[in-house]
Each structure stands twice: as C-alpha cells, then as structure tokens.
C-alpha cells in the first residue's frame, strides 16, 4: 500500500528565513510525487511534481524539491519565505497504473514577520 | 482558461438527508477524481471517473456514488448523511486516469448537522 509522512505538524519560520518541510513515501514501483499549497478555505494548488530525470525540480513561487530514492522522501525547501507562503502544504505519491493519489496528513506553514 | 468548477460553495444538510455535489473539469480534461477532505487531514481519495466509466473507488461505504456525464463533468452523490460526512469534497481533473497531474477545484464546504 501506498502511504505518505509528513512528520512536521505545525512549522513557524521568520520571514526571510529559509524552509524546508520534510516528506516520506511509501510505494512499491516509481513514484510519481507532488507537492500541493492550501490556503484557508480554498483548494489545492500544485507547486511542483516529480515523474523522472532530474531529482532536484523547480515549482512556482521560488519552491523547489528533491527526490531521494535512498531515503524515500522528496523533502520542499524555499531558500527565503515571504509571509504569503503562510499555508497548509500536503505531499502527494502516485504512479504508474495507479489512478489515485496518497497524501500526507500535511503541515502548516506560519511565517513571523 | 478557466480551471476546476465546483458547485456548490458550502452546504449545510441534516442527518439522513441526501446531498449531490458537481464538478466541472479543465477544458479537454476527461479524468475527474472527487477526495474527501476532514479538518485537520489530507484529502482521501473516493473515486475517479474516465470516459464515463469508473476507474477506482477508495475505502468509502456504498451511500457515496458518482457518476461523469458525455460532457465530462461528474457529480457526486451522498445518501443518508452522516455528521462524519462533513467535510470539503474536493474535484480535481487530469487529461488521463494515471501518468497525469491532476488539478483541483476550490472544493464544497459541507456541514451535516
């Protein structure tokens, strides 16, 4: 079975300050891995997605993320937040035949100015 | 374009009532997925519906049904509400069942009282 960790809950950083939420997976072929943004109230957005190639990759909004094979985790990083980064981010796997999505339980971004 | 519709906003139901929810997916867009999202968790994935025709169903009792019309919008049916139906349904749209990112609406807000 598919699942996915996210193991930080709630994260406060400073404006300015770099960022980097950690996400595990769990999936038995090549996963496919997303990151998605939340905002109070709304739907998902989508930062950014990995399938293959490079592992490091580049999202909207200055994110980026790392696909580690070894470590099964594919771990958002921001080099400097801005106070609009404040959200609920939530790592997604899926792949291959697989039509559904897994996601985190997610972790909430709050950015002090 | 315009993105992933839902329809509509917030509903608040009784107990044992019924409820239809409906999503229109991204123009060109023939894959719709409906997740269930409780407070304080990820979405959890219902079912997804390609070319009319169910293609996967998540770990949900039988009161939850859908159905996608030749026109690729999708409805989502409750029967007998339960309070733990409370939730945001999320819809999200993808060009293919599976290899494909899949892009969410901004959700309907129900509340069963």
């Known amino acids: 079975a598919q699942s996915v960790t996210q193991p930080d809950i709630h994260i406060t950083v400073s404006e300015g300050a770099s960022l980097e939420l950690r996400c595990n997976y769990s999936?038995?072929?090549?996963?496919?891995l997303f990151w998605y943004v939340q905002s109070p109230g709304q739907g998902l957005q989508l930062l950014l997605k990995?399938?293959?190639?490079?592992?490091l990759v580049q999202g909207i909004k200055g994110f980026e993320a790392e696909f580690k094979r070894s470590q099964s985790s594919f771990n958002l990083r921001k080099p400097s937040v801005h106070w609009s980064d404040a959200a609920e981010y939530f790592c997604?796997?899926?792949?291959?035949?697989?039509?559904?999505?897994?996601f985190g339980k997610g972790t909430l971004l709050t950015v002090n100015p | 374009d315009a993105g992933v519709t839902q329809s509509p906003t917030h509903l608040i139901k009784t107990r044992g009532q019924h409820v239809t929810l409906r999503c229109s997916p991204i123009?060109?867009?023939?894959?719709v997925s409906w997740y269930q999202q409780v407070l304080g968790q990820g979405p959890q994935f219902i079912f997804q519906?390609?070319?009319?025709?169910?293609?996967g169903r998540g770990n949900f009792p039988d009161r939850f049904s859908a159905r996608q019309f030749p026109n690729y919008s999708s409805e989502l049916n409750v029967n007998a509400l339960l309070l733990g139906d409370s939730a945001l349904y999320l819809c999200?749209?993808?060009?293919?069942?599976?290899?494909?990112?899949?892009?969410f609406g901004p959700g309907t807000r129900l509340l069963v009282l």
């Open positions: 999200a749209s993808s060009s293919r069942t599976a290899q494909e990112t899949q892009y």
């Open positions: 999936y038995g072929a090549t996963p496919y």
């Open positions: 990995y399938f293959s190639g490079d592992t």
């Open positions: 997604a796997v899926g792949g291959g035949s697989n039509y559904k999505l897994t």
């Open positions: 123009s060109g867009h023939k894959s």
């Open positions: 519906y390609y070319e009319k025709e169910e293609r």
